[in-house]
């Protein structure tokens, strides 16, 4: 971050405590901070449980749908 010089007028330095605001942040960027921080943040326990449930499920589907090929030789 650049530092902004004061403005000098000879009697007064206009600016010279002045600092300019933070960036706004984005989504995005609040994701990776919590991330780094290892803070936990989205889904609750019973929507991870949910989540977890139907890839579960749909990996036994697709396995039993790629075996179905093998069985019937």
């Known amino acids: 971050m650049q530092k902004h010089t004061p403005y ?8 010279l405590i002045y600092t300019p605001p933070p960036p706004q942040t984005t989504p995005e960027s609040d994701w990776i901070q919590c991330i780094l921080l290892g803070e936990r943040q989205g889904m609750s326990e019973e929507a991870l449980a949910c989540v977890q449930s139907l890839v579960f499920i749909a990996t036994i589907i697709i396995g039993i749908i790629l075996l179905e090929g093998y069985t019937n030789a």
Do not use: Y
Not at 8 to 15: A, H, P, S
């Open 8 to 15: 000098d007028t000879g009697k007064v330095k206009i600016g």
